[in-house]
T-cell receptor
Framework: DAKTTQPTSMDCAEGRAANLPCNHS???????VYWYRQIHSQGPQYIIH???NNETNEMASLIITEDRKSSTLILPHATLRDTAVYYC??????????????FGQGTRLTINP | SQTIHQWPATLVQPVGSPLSLECTVE??????LYWYRQAAGRGLQLLFY??????ISSEVPQNLSASRPQDRQFILSSKKLLLSDSGFYLC???????????FGPGTRLTVL
C-alpha cells in the first residue's frame, strides 16, 4: 500500500487559507488521493479526492503535483470549525473491488481566532 | 439521501464479557460496509469489510468478528472482550465497487 507523510500539526489564523501538504511518493498510477477530517470524538468526514487533476468542491481544493508524488489540501477561508485532524489517504483496491483506506496519523490543524 | 447509524454511542464493558455493535445504512442498496477501530491518539485501522450479505474480509487477526446478516446491516462482535479492545469503533459505507467511504458517528468502547 502506498504510504503518506503529513506534518504532525499546523496552525492557521481564522479567515486565512489553510494549506495542508501530503507526500505520497510511492503512489501507483491507479491510486486516488483522498482527504478526510475528523473533529474530536466524531466519525471522519469526507472532504475531497482526486487522481491526476486538481479538484475543487464547496469545502476545499485539492492540488496534485504533475508527478503525483505530493498534494496539498487548501481550505480557502479557514474558520474555527475547521479545527480537526486532517488525513491524507491513498486508496487501494481490496478484494472484489472494495476500497481500503489506510489512515496514518494525520495533521492536527488548529485555527486560531 | 443516505444515512448511517451506529449504536450504542458509548459502551462500558468488563473484561471477558461479550460484545455486539450494530451498524445500519439507509437510502442505498448493496453497499460495501466497513468496520474501523481507532485507539486513543491513533489513526484509524481497518478491521473488516464486506461487499455483500455473508461476505466478510478480515484485515487484522484479532479477538473480534463481523457478520452481515442483511444487506444494510453490519455487526461487530466478540465472545470475550480484552482490555486492548477499548477504542472508538467506526462503521463506514460506500457504493459497490471502488467509491468514497462515508463514516458513521462511532461507538466509544471502554473495557475495564
Amino acid at each position: 500500500d502506498a504510504k503518506t507523510t503529513q506534518p504532525t500539526s499546523m496552525d492557521c489564523a481564522e479567515g486565512r487559507a489553510a494549506n495542508l501538504p501530503c507526500n505520497h511518493s510511492t503512489i501507483s498510477g491507479n491510486e486516488y488521493v483522498y482527504w478526510y477530517r475528523q473533529i474530536h470524538s466524531q466519525g471522519p468526514q469526507y472532504i475531497i479526492h482526486g487522481l491526476k487533476n486538481n479538484e475543487t468542491n464547496e469545502m476545499a481544493s485539492l492540488i496534485i503535483t504533475e508527478d503525483r508524488k505530493s498534494s496539498t489540501l487548501i481550505l480557502p477561508h479557514a474558520t474555527l470549525r475547521d479545527t480537526a485532524v486532517y488525513y491524507c489517504i491513498v486508496r487501494v483496491a481490496g478484494i472484489q473491488g472494495a476500497q481500503k483506506l489506510v489512515f496514518g496519523q494525520g495533521t492536527r490543524l488548529t485555527i486560531n481566532p | 439521501s443516505q444515512t448511517i447509524h451506529q449504536w450504542p454511542a458509548t459502551l462500558v464493558q468488563p473484561v471477558g464479557s461479550p460484545l455486539s455493535l450494530e451498524c445500519t445504512v439507509e437510502g442505498t442498496s448493496n453497499p460495501n460496509l466497513y468496520w474501523y477501530r481507532q485507539a486513543a491518539g491513533r489513526g484509524l485501522q481497518l478491521l473488516f469489510y464486506s461487499v455483500g450479505i455473508g461476505q466478510i474480509s478480515s484485515e487484522v487477526p484479532q479477538n473480534l468478528s463481523a457478520s452481515r446478516p442483511q444487506d444494510r446491516q453490519f455487526i461487530l462482535s466478540s465472545k470475550k472482550l480484552l482490555l486492548s479492545d477499548s477504542g472508538f469503533y467506526l462503521c463506514a459505507w460506500s457504493r459497490s465497487g471502488p467509491d468514497t467511504q462515508y463514516f458513521g458517528p462511532g461507538t466509544r468502547l471502554t473495557v475495564l
